[in-house]
């Protein structure tokens, strides 16, 4: 990794005036630290005193959760804790423009908040806010069709220009034919979830429809800068890709792949699944049309996946969600502080202004539901959620 110091370090001569969200960062960094074992690490802890404790090597307890190995791995940690700049790695972050949430945070996806396996920390390029109202998933194989492609493409465009946000992982096929369809439309911006560090892109061939989903929607990952696309983070992103979505379309699949396993995590959380009839002899549509013969809910067109979302009921949710956006200094606030938690000093030198009238703008910020004060750090406040409640 690139933040780590030439110096062992303890905790204590770490940057202790650091957001939840730095410590949580570093410790999703290390080696393997996967939605399982960072539920270990950060058993009945704040994520802190998580990070302390792997560097002193973990507990018997901590091991024995791991599993086989987990001695040794947490041995390998407590040495790379050792090693690693906590302060330099969230600066480093922030730096590339990559912002983060975490659960329990007040920007934090509704959507994900009651998920039986939410991310401990989701890391984003772009704007979060758009994560709120409607959101269908359109998944399918990467190896598609061009009828799968096209009509991936189609059903997308339509849902946008319905209001519908366009879930998707960023991969080759299917992913990208839904994503293109979403932005071609103008609608409603996408939403991605990839597998990797939002540091690069995967795969590289993707990089200008990555840019675009970024600029006008927002790109999560569950992996800190420097993650590399190890084959275990595919099914870790299908889960979220899954929690996010209203209703998740397969549009191509064969009977194995990573949209299969998305459909299994939609299931598991009770998120209706539809599948586009395919050609019975097309192996990808084998999938698909094994779904719909097993009961799954087909979609002939648009129309079909509307009325199985309930748009109307869902629009009048996400009208209801929407906030003027401020103005004046409390606007410049705002934007100063983008998504990122920020310290009463650092939005001083941001926005440069007088203390008493940095305390008001926040305190109009805060009266209109925008941001909370948690422990000396505002945070802003996702669509959804209301600040009373944190």
């Not at 802190?48 to 001695?71: D, I, P, S």
């Not at 709120?132 to 069709?145: D, E, N, S």
């Not at 299917?174 to 892109?201: C, W």
């Not at 064969?254 to 939609?266: D, N």
């Amino acid at each position: 990794m690139d933040s780590r110091s030439t110096e062992k370090r303890n905790p204590d001569e770490q940057n202790v005036a650091l957001p939840t969200a730095a410590w949580l960062a570093a410790l999703a960094a290390l080696a393997g630290a996967g939605p399982r074992r960072l539920r270990v690490l950060l058993a009945d802890r704040q994520p802190r005193a998580a990070w302390e404790l792997v560097m002193r090597g973990g507990t018997k307890g901590q091991a024995h959760a791991l599993g086989r190995g987990g001695a040794e791995m947490l041995s390998r940690w407590a040495a790379d804790a050792q090693e690693f700049d906590v302060a330099a790695f969230w600066d480093d972050t922030m730096q590339r423009g990559i912002g983060a949430f975490w659960f329990g945070s007040a920007a934090f996806p509704e959507a994900l908040v009651h998920d039986p396996e939410p991310p401990a920390i989701l890391f984003h390029r772009g704007d979060p806010d758009v994560i709120a109202g409607p959101r269908v998933a359109i998944v399918g194989t990467r190896k598609c069709t061009r009828y799968g492609h096209d009509i991936a493409r189609a059903f997308a465009r339509d849902l946008s220009l319905a209001g519908v946000g366009v879930v998707s992982g960023l991969a080759l096929g299917i992913d990208a034919a839904a994503h293109h369809g979403a932005i071609d439309s103008g609608g409603a911006p996408p939403i991605a979830v990839v597998a990797n560090g939002l540091d690069s892109v995967y795969p590289a061939s993707n990089r200008l429809l990555w840019e675009d989903v970024a600029r006008t929607g927002v790109v999560l990952s569950e992996g800190p800068i420097g993650t590399q696309p190890e084959r275990w983070r595919f099914p870790a992103r299908n889960r979220i890709v899954a929690a996010l979505s209203d209703v998740v379309l397969v549009v191509e699949s064969h009977v194995r792949g990573g949209s299969m396993h998305t459909v299994a995590e939609a299931e598991r959380r009770g998120v209706p699944v539809m599948a586009v009839p395919g050609p019975i002899h097309s192996p990808s549509a084998e999938g698909t049309n094994a779904l719909l013969r097993d009961g799954c809910a087909p979609a002939c067109g648009v129309d079909d996946v509307l009325i199985e979302l309930g748009l109307t009921a869902a629009a009048q949710r996400s009208s209801s969600e929407l906030r003027l956006e401020p103005g004046g200094l409390a606007g410049d606030v705002l934007a100063t502080m983008g998504w990122q938690p920020a310290a009463a000093e650092q939005l001083l030198v941001g926005v440069r202004c007088s203390p008493a009238e940095l305390a008001g703008a926040l305190d109009v910020l805060r009266s209109t539901g925008w941001v909370i004060e948690s422990e000396g750090w505002f945070e802003r406040v996702a669509r959804g959620e209301s600040s009373c409640d944190h």
